[in-house]
């Protein structure tokens, strides 16, 4: 993949501007949305908190020493994924994987930290999230995920993921509390809300941007209960496989997937034509 280097290329935004082609990558930095994506995605939340349990719990390093190490981890792996030049599916799954368990001690040290009440952190996420959008939209013209090409539409991008995870992290505890929920039966009520979109968006016409972000809000909380079903002790409603063995078995299968779709690239996007050679 190469940078356009032509100063009379040009990629004009909805507002007029003109992008410098130099500016611009020829290829995505993220993955197309196909099932391997949502799979790994789902995965990747369930390793989240089950990740965060076992380094606060069993390695002991507290909340606050958990949440500085993931930081550090993301902000590397952060670093990495922005110099690359295109997308690589073991660079962007890993800042994934360290983003969901960062999003979710961020909701985390609100509530057992601070004692920030779920619904206030549920609603300050989600404005956050709006206001992440608006800017977004206000610079670039586009939320669509199919061109970020530039630094300035990746930063928007993983900003808007970091705060899904955080908001799916807090309304799906506030919604499991109030509704008092089993980690089973939250799992099937998440996993109905994903279909009800995916309905919606195939049946009805709901915007493709807005049935992602949705859908991406929505496979938090459905990984962290199928998470917290299978490691969580029988007699508090789980299968007590324990975070360890959980952990280790959805990383060997996100791995296994990632080795794939790095080898076969089937979830990469085809690189646009040369603006100098384009009719």
Aim: aromatic share 10%; proline share 3%; glycine share 8%.
């Amino acid at each position: 993949m190469t940078y356009e280097t032509s100063e009379t290329s040009a990629s004009p935004t909805a507002d007029g501007r003109a992008v410098p082609a130099r500016h611009r990558l020829r290829w995505n930095k993220v993955p197309e949305v196909t099932l391997y994506f949502w799979i790994i995605k789902v995965l990747c939340t369930t390793v989240g908190e089950t990740a965060a349990d076992l380094l606060n719990e069993k390695v002991g390093l507290g909340l606050t020493g958990v949440s500085v190490l993931m930081s550090v981890l993301l902000a590397a792996a952060l670093v990495v994924q922005f110099r690359t030049r295109a997308y690589r599916a073991g660079v962007y799954w890993l800042a994934v994987a360290l983003i969901s368990v960062v999003g979710t001690l961020i909701s985390d040290n609100l509530t057992d930290n601070m004692g920030v009440p779920l619904e206030t952190s549920t609603t300050v996420f989600a404005i956050l999230l709006a206001i992440v959008f608006a800017v977004w939209y206000r610079r670039e013209r586009t939320l669509s995920i199919h061109s970020i090409d530039t630094a300035s539409r990746e930063s928007f991008y993983w900003l808007a993921v970091l705060f899904t995870f955080a908001l799916g992290t807090a309304a799906g505890d506030l919604v499991s509390e109030r509704m008092d929920l089993g980690y089973w039966l939250a799992a099937v009520v998440f996993a109905a809300a994903i279909a009800a979109v995916a309905i919606a968006h195939f049946a009805l016409g709901l915007d493709a941007v807005w049935s992602f972000w949705i859908a991406y809000i929505l496979t938090r909380p459905l990984g962290a209960s199928v998470g917290d079903y299978l490691s969580q002790a029988t007699g508090d409603g789980g299968l007590g496989l324990g975070t360890v063995i959980t952990s280790a078995l959805f990383l060997a299968v996100i791995l296994g997937l990632v080795v794939y779709l790095s080898v076969t690239r089937k979830d990469a996007t085809e690189p646009e034509p040369d603006a100098r050679h384009t009719p």
